[in-house]
Structures are given as C-alpha cells and as structure tokens.
C-alpha cells in the first residue's frame, strides 16, 4: 500500500514545522438550520499571527473559486490562523446561478449584501446576516474572496477577469506580490491578471475593508477558454503568495496540496488540460462519481507531483496526443511514477490511446499497440460488446451483449513487447464495427473494447468507448474506480468547535 507512506512525505514536504499531530483543525457550520447553512475550515498554528479568511462559492456560476478554496481548506499555517468557508451560496453552487435561486437582480446577489459604510448600514438578504457575523466573530486581518470572470480584463475584456480587486490603497504592495506570483509563467500579456481599484459597494470583501479595517481582495479568474484545474492552480497561487508575505507558511509549495490527506472518501482527480473535451465532459464525470472527492487536474498540477494525493486519475476523451504534448514528457513520466507506485489509473477513449504502447507519446502502462492507426477517423456509434466473465464481475451488468457509444476510441492488440509486463486482460469484446473515412467496420469486430491490467504496483482500466455517455451505463466509472483503487478508507474525525 502506497498510500499512507505518500502521504507522511506530503506533509512532511509541504508543511514544514507542523505535524500531523500538532494540527488544530477544526470546522463548523455557518447558518445552521437555514437553506444557507454552510461550513467553515479552521486552521490555527497556535502561534501568534494574522488571521486570514478565505471565502468561495459567493456567485453559484464561479465553480473554480468554490474549488479553490475547498482546497485551500486543507491547508495548515506557522503561524497565524487561516480559516476557509468554500461554499458561502450553497443553493446558487447547486443551481449554477450567478443569484440566489428565485431572486432577480441585486436581490438575488449575494455580493452586494454586505456592509456598505461602516457600521451604519447592516447586512441583507437571507444569507449574508449570518455569514457577516461569522466574519466579524473571527476578527480576520486579511479576507480574500474568491471570484471568476468571463473574459480577459487585460484584452479589454468588460469583465473583470483575471484581476486582483484591492479596497485599500495600504494594501497595494499585497496586491502586487501576489499579482507577481500568478502572472509568472503567463506567457500571453492578454491572459496577465492586472490590478484593479474599488471593490464594489455590498461585497463582503469592502465590507471587511471599510467596516473591520480589514485588508480586503477580490480574485477574478477567467472563465473562457481556460480549464477549471488552472483557474484554481491560479487562485492557490494568489493565496499561498499572500501567506508566504505574511510569514505564515515558509514557501509556496503549499500551492501543490488540493486533498485532505486525511479524506475518508475516495479521491479521484479528472484531467481537464490540453487534449481534454469542454467542462461538459468534467461534469458529466463527477455526477457520475457520488460519494468521491473529485477535483480537476491539469498539466502542471501533474508536473508538480499533485496525483500523489489521489487514489486515481482519469484521462477523458478528446486527443490522446494532444493530452500527452500538454502535460510534456515530464508530466507523463509523473503519470507512470504515479500509477508504477500504486495509482490508479482510468483511460477513457483519448485517455486509453495515451496508456498504449506504440506512439512516440505513449505512456506504455499496458502491453497493448493501437492498431489501423491511419483509419482512426472511423467514426461514432453505438456499437455491440459482450462483456467478459471478468467483466461481469467488475460491472455487474444484467446482460452479457449490451450497446455502449463509441467515438473513435483506439482498436487495441496485444503489443509486441511485453517488457516484463503480464498481458492485459479483456473484459469486454467489440461485435460490430464502423467503419468511415475509408476504414473498415470488419477489423474491430472481436477486438478488445474495455481492458484492465497492472503496471508496478498500480491498476490501469481503459475504455475504447464512453459508458459515460451510454444511457444505462452511468454506474460504470464507478465500478472501474471500485475495482482500481485498492486502498482501504482512511478517515479522521475532525472536531467541530467554534472559530
Ligand atoms: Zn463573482
């Protein structure tokens, strides 16, 4: 078992001076009883120290702000106290909304229901009179919410993406450390977070400004054409900036840590970077995943070492070349470590292309070749397979000949290398074909459709097709992950106090 030896390693790496132990972590819930009840994560290094507060999930339609912050919950201090309340409009994060479901306009925004000018003008709405008095209760030194926008402020874009909002002009040479760490790797001056003035009156971030003398911050990041899994790498990386200014942890490592080491559920991680389908396909993923801690991963996550912290990765449908050029040799030698070291690993469509062996890419985890490589143009439908006995067993489907869709997955074989690796093992067959753009329907009849096998310590299942996007079908991730993951739960009660 790998796991519990990764996980000494993580936070004896990431968190210098503290210990599993030594930790005070705590949570409890704002507005219990209500439609807004929510919770609140506590860290206190019981050393003397600023107070900062992370909020996210204020606008229902910002997921990485949300996401962001349920990861910087897991993170621990030196000192100081950090405390986290990720999800701040649980019914607007359920809908996906902007505004509280039900209420139009101001009415419904959450962010303009705070404090406007000090002390005279109390909070509104249904939700912000509880959440306001948690804020107060804590006394924070520093609050930070966490935003998207929908477009690129720096290309002129009317929204306020990729920005740092910043209240106080005490505050600017903050803003400007952590403008610095974000924009250092950002290539394309149009995608550079900038720095704006003035945070908009009724937010919770002026309201700590000008009602608690507060440093207060608003992050934006960029919705458009970024993946969830950087728009939260952005956002850690402004917070573990702001941390390491104010002395409360020693190096921004801390950026790298996304899951509680201490999660009882399973922890998968779904890739959404280069090569990945839209966010669509993330979702469809994770609604088909109940009771997992799913979080994106992208190609730096990856080359960071961040898959250590799952039980599993899964690499989606899109381009198997295109995922393996985004995440680099580097990234794909994480991978193999990963899964060589007990990971699981889940290939669906592209992300079974990539665990193959025979492209310059490859990441050679099971002794299969892609074969009829130039007709892989071959088209979508919904094709026949008769699962295995090994299948049945891993599924737990009714019949043995179901219909599951297939885009253009890969026609698998054994490769002609075993390499000391033991050959794969079928679990199910293709019994039709299609066949366009010249190919020919007849060459995958009776070829591997889903397939399973080891490498190192860990275990691989690869799918040519989609049973997530096969009605019927959605209990088949699942089952994958049950058969992949081996670890027994871990768990530990963390104690609920008040802040
Ligand atoms: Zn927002």
Redesign the pocket.
């Known amino acids: 078992m790998f796991r519990p030896l990764i996980l000494v390693i993580l936070w004896a790496v990431l968190l210098p001076g503290t210990s599993v132990l030594g930790h005070v972590v705590q949570q409890g819930i704002v507005g219990e009883g209500t439609p807004f009840a929510t919770r609140w994560y506590s860290h206190d290094s019981e050393v003397d120290g600023p107070t900062v507060l992370i909020v996210g999930g204020?606008?229902g339609d910002?997921p990485a702000g949300h996401r962001a912050a349920s990861q910087i919950a897991t993170w621990s201090v030196d000192r100081g106290r950090i405390i986290v309340v990720p999800a701040a409009n649980p019914p607007a994060l359920a809908d996906r909304t902007r505004r509280i479901p039900g209420l139009e306009e101001d009415a419904g925004d959450l962010?303009r229901h705070f404090p406007v000018i000090d002390g005279t003008v109390t909070p509104t709405g249904p939700a912000a009179p509880s959440l306001w008095s948690f804020v107060v209760s804590v006394e924070p030194d520093v609050v930070i919410d966490l935003?998207?926008g929908y477009g690129f402020r720096a290309a002129g874009s009317k929204s306020v993406g990729s920005s740092i909002i910043t209240h106080r002009r005490a505050d600017d040479a903050a803003q400007a450390s952590m403008l610095e760490a974000v924009n250092t790797g950002i290539e394309d001056p149009e995608r550079r977070f900038v720095p704006l003035r003035t945070i908009v009156a009724g937010s919770l971030a002026r309201g700590a400004a000008v009602s608690l003398d507060a440093e207060g911050h608003i992050f934006e990041t960029t919705t458009a054409k970024q993946p969830l899994s950087r728009r939260c790498r952005q956002h850690r990386t402004m917070v573990a900036a702001r941390l390491v200014a104010l002395d409360m942890i020693e190096d921004a490592s801390i950026v790298n840590q996304m899951v509680c080491p201490d999660d009882a559920r399973p922890t998968i991680a779904i890739y959404d970077g280069g090569g990945a389908g839209g966010a669509s396909q993330g979702r469809r993923f994770e609604a088909q995943l109940p009771g997992c801690r799913v979080d994106r991963i992208g190609p730096a996550d990856i080359r960071a070492g961040c898959l250590g912290q799952f039980d599993a990765v899964i690499f989606p449908g899109g381009s198997g070349s295109g995922q393996a050029k985004a995440i680099q040799q580097s990234g794909r030698d994480s991978v193999r470590s990963f899964v060589k070291d007990g990971g699981a690993y889940i290939g669906v469509c592209a992300g079974a292309y990539l665990a193959l062996d025979n492209y310059s890419w490859s990441l050679q985890l099971l002794a299969l070749d892609s074969f009829d490589r130039e007709h892989w143009r071959r088209g979508r439908a919904m094709l026949r397979i008769d699962l295995t006995e090994s299948g049945h067993e891993v599924f737990d489907a009714g019949d043995s000949t179901l219909d599951i869709s297939f885009r253009q997955g890969p026609l698998m074989r054994s490769s002609v290398e075993l390499d000391g690796r033991e050959e794969a093992e079928v679990l199910a067959w293709f019994r039709t074909g299609v066949g366009e753009n010249g190919a020919d329907p007849q060459v995958m009849v009776d070829t591997p459709a889903i397939v399973r096998g080891r490498f190192g310590s860990g275990r691989v299942l690869l799918f040519s097709p989609h049973p997530e996007k096969t009605d019927g079908l959605e209990s088949w991730l699942r089952s994958a992950l049950d058969w992949s993951i081996e670890r027994e739960p871990v768990g530990r009660e963390i104690p609920v106090a008040s802040p």
């Open positions: 204020m606008h910002e962010n935003h998207e």
